[in-house]
């Protein structure tokens, strides 16, 4: 049980707009993934800009999109200096350059441009938001498809218990295309099939409440646990339930569970269970989790919620988060 | 602070099949580059045809094949460590897994199967381009059921699965952590790398006046990390602690390094204050040292800034100039060198060196491995992106 990490903001970016959205009343602007549109067809340069984005993939810009609007709506940030700030990606690559730039180079390699073969590496989503923002702190990414997201802000978790000096942004962005479909299409169920593919991009600021003398704010998420363990063979509702009751908590005392089956996900409140109506391939899990609290609510309450993936080689990532006044 | 011990550690190189041979060779000063007989270099595009290739002799059936050539490297790598290691139990939740490997030349054969339309291949290719395959073949031969990563940070990425693995067993969550990492060369490598003429056209030269690229080169180096309880609980003496690391970005430029060695100094500089201690404690670096013009020049500035004076007679050397460039693996191989190094207390020379560099004016042991001890080593890496990472070793007896 940890009780100094916290997710402290978040943003998000998806087809029906961007949350939070300063301009407009939050409350109305919630849902960002829930209507039939599938895709982010307004302007992302009103948010970053477009010079220097040539050579970017729409999953880059909608990663950076979400950093953006995170980093302009940090109240504090002066408790940072940009050479602290780090970023970890959960991204398995911009995948249609990717594709793009493999294919170039092996069809016609003289005519390959070289500004676009950062692309071929998987890093490239964290470069560029490093280089966008001027942060120079770590700039990673972790791949592990489906599960990208939560190990994210696993990975996240990790550095800033080590280094309470530390802050990380965890950010990720998918956009919808064929390189995409190809690496989904790998699921071991296709319970997921029916599951639309949206673009979306999300970003949070993992910090540890030492950083800076600050004082914890009870609206922000504790990141009280954390898990990844190989779990062949069982079910992701008894992993998480397991998971749970090490913590010190049973099911009932979990007011909040959103898990995903690779592309396949649920949310559970209470005993009332939801599938979630889109996949965002690793960022499923994260932007579920930021728009279902982004909801306004004024109970007051403690709230318990976990999150956790179950990806096709039986790895199991998990995070139990606690707000105590929801 | 954890004390992090490296209980054992292994490396395939075209050099040889483990570590032990592949730093005979280094020491000796051999280099691997030959004409390249897995990729088809044939076009006069390709100005170097030559890359440090294992051959296929080597590829182990319990583990992979051609199809997971890096996956295979990986393992057999992960084989001489876990020896080294005294075979401890690798299995269970208390073992974790952070590595660099990606099956990198799948995306080409799932580009091609599309082209071609070939469903078969583009399902077998889509299997190895899966970033998890590397990660699924270890657990599935150690048991190992502890949390696992697949980190991608280009050039830098082993260096990175060295810190991942550092902090999964200093958070408590894991007793050992098997960390590194391995690459073949891939056809979109070599392409991207003559594209924007970071290969050279002559051979590696790290810190040589003219020096004019590196080369690339297939490897695999792992290292199996220990908390000091667990070994001596189970009664393993490692010779080698893991002090520490440093981490940055440059954020100046998608390709190019910070002009004035920002983001080198800066992860520099934060694996001394992690590992706490001075820089005058550091008796070699094993140096990023690509043989680019740029890169030697500003990785010298840089360890100017971090060591002070004491720079000019610090042994910095590049086994790159042997082995090429094994891209995200190259930092797990060349954190092998430094523990080979810290056991032999013998330093691998920089190769093919022939002409100072007023720009680089370290001491680059050329040509010829040296005899001293060291007790404690640095080891960096520099990657696309802007990204880097620092780490630091010593024996454990130098307290």
């Known amino acids: 049980m940890r009780d100094n990490l916290y997710i402290t903001k978040y943003a998000l970016v998806g087809p029906q707009g961007i949350w939070p959205d300063l301009s407009c009343e939050a409350s109305k602007k919630y849902t960002i993934t829930e209507a039939d549109k599938r895709s982010v067809d307004y302007d992302l340069s009103n948010f970053i800009g477009s010079k220097g984005l040539r050579f970017h993939d729409k999953s880059s810009k909608l990663a950076m999109t979400a950093v953006r609007i995170l980093l302009d709506n940090l109240d504090n940030i002066d408790r940072y200096t940009m050479e602290d700030l780090s970023v970890v990606v959960g991204s398995d690559g911009a995948l249609t350059l990717q594709y793009q730039v493999v294919a170039e180079a092996l069809n016609n390699p003289r005519m390959m441009n070289p500004r676009l073969y950062p692309n071929r590496g998987c890093n490239v989503i964290a470069g560029q938001i490093s280089l966008m923002f001027g942060l120079h702190g770590e700039s990673t990414v972790v791949s592990s498809g489906y599960n990208s997201g939560v190990d994210s802000l696993i990975y996240a978790s990790r550095k800033c218990l080590i280094n309470n000096t530390l802050s990380y942004v965890v950010a990720g962005g998918e956009s919808i295309g064929k390189a995409r479909h190809l690496r989904t299409s790998l699921r071991s169920s296709k319970d997921g099939d029916e599951v639309k593919e949206i673009e979306a991009g999300f970003a949070c600021l993992v910090e540890n409440q030492s950083i800076g003398n600050r004082t914890h704010n009870p609206k922000e998420w504790n990141i009280t646990a954390f898990l990844q363990r190989s779990i062949p063979g069982k079910h992701i509702e008894t992993a998480i339930s397991d998971f749970a009751v090490d913590n010190g908590f049973s099911m009932e005392e979990i007011h909040r569970c959103i898990y995903a089956v690779e592309g396949c996900g649920w949310i559970r409140n209470g005993s009332d269970i939801k599938p979630i109506p889109y996949d965002i391939y690793g960022g499923t899990i994260l932007t579920a989790f930021f728009e279902s609290v982004s909801k306004p609510s004024s109970n007051g309450q403690t709230m318990r919620c976990i999150l956790a993936n179950l990806d096709r080689h039986g790895m199991f990532s998990t995070v139990l988060l606690i707000n105590h006044q929801n | ?399």
């Not at chain 2, 696992?148 to 280009?154: D, M, Y």
């Not at chain 2, 189970?234 to 440093?246: A, T």
């Not at chain 2, 040509?367 to 640095?378: F, G, L, P, Y």
């Open chain 2, 1 to 399: 602070m954890a004390n992090i011990k490296i209980s054992g550690y292994g490396a395939v190189t075209p050099l040889g099949a483990n570590s032990k041979i592949s730093f005979k060779n280094l020491l000796m000063g051999k280099d691997a580059f030959k004409q390249s007989t897995f990729l088809d270099l044939s076009d006069d595009f390709f100005y170097q045809k030559k890359i440090a290739e294992i051959s296929e002799h080597i590829l182990d059936h319990r583990f992979g094949d051609h199809n997971c050539f890096a996956t295979v490297l990986t393992m057999l790598a992960l084989n001489e460590a876990y020896e080294m290691a005294g075979s401890p139990n690798l299995s269970g939740s208390r073992v974790g897994i952070a590595i660099s490997t990606l099956e990198s030349q799948a995306l080409e054969n799932i580009v091609k199967a599309m082209e071609i339309k070939d469903d078969q291949q583009l399902n077998r290719s889509l299997h190895y381009a899966d970033s998890q395959y590397c990660v699924t073949t270890i657990r599935r031969h150690t048991g190992a059921q502890g949390p696992s990563i697949v980190l991608s940070n280009a050039c830098a990425s082993g260096n990175h699965a060295i810190a991942a693995g550092y902090d999964m067993i200093e958070t408590g969550e894991v007793d050992i952590a098997i960390v590194g990492g391995g690459c073949k060369i891939f056809q979109s490598a070599v392409v991207g790398f003559h594209q924007f003429t970071g290969v050279s056209g002559d051979t590696c030269r790290p810190f040589d006046r003219n020096r004019s690229g590196t080369m690339l080169g297939d490897g695999a180096g792992i290292l199996i990390i220990e908390s000091a309880d667990h070994a001596k609980k189970r009664g393993h003496c490692p010779r080698i602690e893991l002090l520490g690391y440093g981490v940055s970005c440059d954020s100046y430029d998608m390709m190019a390094p910070h002009p004035e060695g920002l983001g080198m100094e800066l992860a520099m500089r934060r694996s001394l204050t992690m590992a706490n201690i001075s820089s005058n404690q550091i008796q070699y670096i094993n140096a990023h040292g690509t043989g680019t013009t740029v890169n030697d020049k500003l990785e010298s500035i840089s360890i100017h800034r971090v060591f002070g004076e004491q720079y000019l007679s610090l042994p910095i050397s590049s086994t790159k100039s042997m082995i090429g460039h094994a891209l995200y693996a190259a930092s797990a191989l060349e954190a092998v060198w430094c523990c080979r190094v810290l056991d032999e207390n013998m330093i691998p020379p920089t190769a093919n060196f022939q002409t100072k560099d007023d720009e680089c004016p370290i001491d680059c042991v050329p040509n010829q491995a040296r005899h001293t001890t060291v007790d404690c080593c640095m080891n960096n890496s520099f990657g696309f992106g802007g990204t880097n990472a620092t780490v630091i070793f010593r024996k454990c007896h130098a307290r």
